[in-house]
């Protein structure tokens, strides 16, 4: 029981630090700080990069979710204890967090590609 609270904290915490730091790596900052410093520093943000932020953000968010569901599904599984329904319920959370979390993977590869692609600097 310990441990599997412990494991759910662990790859909880770790996928949060993952998104912000992928999100981080795409705006080219160090850190959070000197991102935040460039933004009000610089203030000359056009909207193509507030809107692709806002987008990273929205993704990154959405991403947290599944794996929060993803561990709920998990532990309501194991504490199941063979109960048909809560079994059933579980498999379907499980299902639609996976579901959730390959649309969001899918949703950063193409909102990648629409920005390179149709939004980018025309050569």
């Known amino acids: 029981m310990k441990l ?7 790859s909880s915490i770790g996928s949060s630090l993952y998104l912000a730091s992928a999100t981080f790596a795409q705006t080219g900052a160090d850190d959070a700080l000197s991102y935040i410093d460039d933004i009000h520093t610089t203030g000359e943000r056009d909207l193509m990069q507030f809107v692709r932020n806002l987008i ?7 991403a947290l979710v599944c794996v929060v569901m993803l561990i709920f599904a998990g532990y309501s599984y194991i504490t199941a ?16 967090a996976i ?23 025309k050569s």
């Open 4 to 10: 599997s609270k412990a494991i759910a904290g662990i």
């Open 56 to 62: 990273n953000w929205a993704i990154g968010i959405a």
């Open 81 to 96: 204890s063979g109960n048909e329904e809560k079994v059933q319920k579980a498999t379907k959370t499980l299902t639609w």
């Open 99 to 121: 579901v959730g979390l390959v649309v969001c993977f899918i949703a950063v590869i193409l909102v990648n590609f629409v920005i390179k692609n149709f939004l980018g600097p």
